[in-house]
């Protein structure tokens, strides 16, 4: 089985990690890594009216922080099948000189992973802490090779990122499964606090569960799973499914296609949909490009909506990259035409350093 499909598949998503890391400590089967990014950019355009009220927005540019980050990286050998591994990683402002504590834009403004678990070539893998979901570590991880907006399938954050508890199989002659649950709860909870009603306080435990599955051979990789989409972690209580397939052609060179849906909570809230993606992304040498096309159709609108995304990101060097990415979520495509293409066009260039 070829090792590299996940690499051509996401090329664009692999130069926008920069897989960079500085090990700090390595001795009798310890071993502590350093890693991060410093990232800045321009950002510009997008959508220049709210949807809802109708009232309009700045969509001027701007100087801003590309999600710049610190990480650490453990990992302790028990035996020659079982490795002991924990993760953190903060995500920091490096565009404002004001952070200081107490402030609203302290400098490390989230804790984004946070986790550690048993590793085993025979067993598998088993995790906990604050983590990115099964769901899009299997399904949707295809298409998420955006370094900000593009991406319109679920993405790391969907009924997980703390209180997470996953299971992953190894390599089954090219299948995987995984398994996650997430847990919310109102212990301590007080009637009133916070509008919390009876029914809030009685509701101790609520267990958010996810699946999924993929299978790789050769050049081909498929994937499904599944969300229990609960109120608790921002869904709409209802069933998450998704699929997704991607295909090395050449060296370099993939394409991905990928479905997503669910229902409609009823009562009046539209908020269900059925979501079509397909893209491609192409390296070649210092050079990647990923461009994406999205028809969904979500029922709080009398019509589908289209939207795409592009990107272009260039390596200076092994630790320096130059991007740009554009994104339209609601594009006027009609008759098979781009009706006013600058239209709604968000943009992003920068560069980031990678350590």
């Known amino acids: 089985m070829k090792k590299t499909l996940l690499a051509t598949a996401i090329a664009g998503a692999m130069i926008a990690t920069g897989a960079q890391a500085a090990t700090v400590y390595d001795q009798d089967g310890t071993k502590l890594d350093v890693y991060g990014r410093i990232a800045m950019g321009v950002a510009g355009g997008g959508v220049d009216r709210n949807e809802d009220t109708g009232a309009e927005i700045n969509n001027d540019a701007d100087f801003v922080d590309v999600y710049s980050r610190l990480g650490l990286r453990m990992s302790h050998e028990v035996t020659s099948d079982l490795t002991a591994f924990g993760r953190v990683e903060w995500r920091f402002r490096a565009d404002e000189s004001g952070n200081k504590f107490g402030n609203d834009f302290d400098a490390f403004s989230e804790t984004r992973q946070a986790y550690i678990g048993l590793r085993s070539d025979s067993w598998g893998t088993v995790q906990a802490g604050n983590f990115d979901s099964i769901y899009n570590q299997y399904v949707s991880l295809p298409f998420d090779v955006y370094i900000d907006r593009g991406l319109e399938f679920a993405g790391h954050t969907i009924q ?17 499964v995984a398994l996650q649950g997430k847990h919310y709860s109102n212990r301590g909870a007080e009637l ?50 998704g699929a997704t397939a991607s295909y090395e ?23 269900g949909f059925d979501t079509w993606g397909v893209g491609m992304s192409y390296a070649v040498n210092q050079w990647a490009f990923a461009l994406d096309y999205y028809k969904v159709d979500e029922d709080k609108r009398d019509s589908k909506r289209d939207a795409w995304a592009a990107g272009a990101y260039y390596n200076v060097s092994d630790s320096f990259q130059t991007f740009l990415e554009l994104n339209d979520a609601d594009a006027d495509l009609k008759d098979s035409k781009i009706k006013e293409l600058n239209d709604d066009v968000y943009y992003l260039v920068g560069a980031r350093y990678f350590f």
């Not at 809030?200 to 229990?228: C, H, M």
């Not at 479905?259 to 809230?269: K, M, R, V």
């Open 160 to 176: 997980s990122r703390g209180d997470s508890v996953a299971y992953m199989t190894p390599n089954l002659a090219g299948f995987s």
């Open 192 to 241: 009133g606090e916070d509008g919390a009603t009876q029914a809030d306080v009685d509701k101790s435990t609520e267990v958010a569960f996810q699946g999924a599955l993929k299978y790789e051979i050769d050049n081909l990789r498929l994937a499904l799973g599944a969300v229990d989409d609960v109120v608790e972690g921002g869904g709409n209580d209802e069933m998450l499914y």
């Open 249 to 271: 052609f050449m060296p370099g060179f993939s394409g991905r296609l990928g479905y997503e849906t669910q229902d409609d909570s009823g009562n009046g809230a539209k908020d």
